[in-house]
């Protein structure tokens, strides 16, 4: 159908809102790999005073209509932290993101986008890197490999159809994340465990897990050792106190003190390394819907979580140590660790890593050397404006 059949209208309302929620779960319903979100979440990322990314970035979210009938939607925003970072680290001044695209067919997409570009040129803006949903934490590029199987707790699937409409309106990849898996029930190469071991006897050296106990402390020495650890890195975009706090909140439940690891050297922290057993894999058969009885699932899954997949999302180590040999000893002593405790606490026998830069060799390498391979790929587009 034409474009000429198509209104494209900003959300104003609660009930746009609900609205804007809802045609993910109606457009991605037959997709087998596509995990629903529980709608109360993907409402809160939407609301200012619920999701802190408001408070530095102007969003406007639109809805596509033919008639009467919702097909699509899409998200504009202008993240300002993200605009005061370097040029050359990717962000930087005059830079807009689209995000949260959705659409049911090519002239849908092509509108979305089209007016989510002329809101970013209105507030100013001079190129567009997208698709971000929103922040550069939460979901950000479009899936362009892996289309096969289900995306692991926080991270995005789309149809490959989007990356289609994406390019065919002249947006040039700017960067690819990768994620990797690997089979955590065999051990490590001979020389990555010869490396760990002598981490072992390295007296200088300790690998403890996070103190729930002290959780508010131990979640803000994380998020600090992490702005400091990505800090040169493409994208980067740091962490305000509120969106630490709202992430501690948000990843308490499903934090275990003995699948975080934070690594000290001589007595000072100074790495760390995420990991989350799959939430997905319990939400999926839910369809985004904690009633009737999905809570009652999701409780008794929340107490003693039993998984096939980890996810490490994040890890880091301070920029004084990045160059240093000591920097992927760590990780490799932290990974290991990890995965003892996943497989005999939990029943994980699959490790996803990521995502991780294409171009960040270090951490390449380390997830190269313990024998793990590229299973999803996701592409951030820009374009000028």
């Not at 501690?248 to 007595?267: N, Q, T, W």
Request: net charge neutral.
């Amino acid at each position: 159908m034409a474009k000429a059949d198509l209104f494209i209208t900003p959300v104003e309302t609660k009930a746009e809102r609900a609205a804007f929620v809802d045609l993910a779960y109606r457009l991605n319903a037959d997709d087998p790999a596509w995990v629903a979100p529980l709608r109360m979440e993907a409402l809160e990322l939407i609301t200012p005073g619920k999701n802190p990314f408001f408070d530095h970035a102007d969003v406007q979210l639109f809805l596509a209509r033919r008639g009467d009938a919702v097909v699509g939607r899409i998200s504009a925003h202008i993240d300002h932290l993200a605009t005061a970072q370097p040029a050359e680290q990717g962000m930087g001044p005059g830079t807009g993101n689209w995000g949260l695209l959705e659409a049911e067919d090519e002239a849908v997409a092509q509108a979305l986008i089209g007016r989510a570009e002329e809101w970013l040129r209105e507030k100013g803006m001079t190129r567009v890197l997208a698709p971000l949903s929103m922040s550069i934490w939460e979901e950000p590029g479009q899936l362009t490999r892996g289309f096969d199987h289900s995306p692991t707790v926080m991270m995005g699937h789309q149809p490959q159809r989007y990356q289609h409409y994406i390019e065919a309106l002249e947006y040039k990849p700017a960067k690819l994340l990768n994620t990797y898996e690997l089979d955590i029930t065999m051990p490590f190469p001979p020389l990555i465990e010869r490396i760990i071991q002598s981490g072992e006897r390295n007296a200088k050296i300790r690998i403890r897990g996070v103190d729930k106990s002290r959780f508010d402390a131990e979640a803000a020495l994380i998020l600090h050792i992490l702005n400091d650890a990505w800090s040169d890195n493409w994208g980067f975009v740091p962490f305000t106190d509120r969106e630490i706090a709202y992430a501690g909140k948000k990843f308490k439940p499903i934090v275990r003190e003995d699948l975080i690891m934070i690594a000290e050297y001589e007595g000072q922290p100074v790495a760390f390394m995420m990991t989350l057993p799959d939430m997905n894999e319990v939400l999926k058969p839910m369809r985004g819907k904690l009633f009737p009885f999905g809570w009652i699932k999701l409780l008794a899954w929340l107490r003693k979580p039993k998984v096939r997949t980890m996810r490490v999302p994040l890890m880091g180590v301070v920029k004084q140590h990045q160059s240093s040999r000591l920097a992927s000893q760590l990780a490799f002593m932290m990974i290991e660790f990890i995965r003892r405790n996943a497989v005999t606490r939990y029943g994980a026998t699959r490790g996803e890593i990521g995502w991780i830069l294409d171009d960040n060799q270090g951490m390449n390498a380390i997830a190269q050397a313990i024998d793990s391979h590229v299973n999803k790929e996701y592409t951030i587009y820009a374009k000028a404006l």
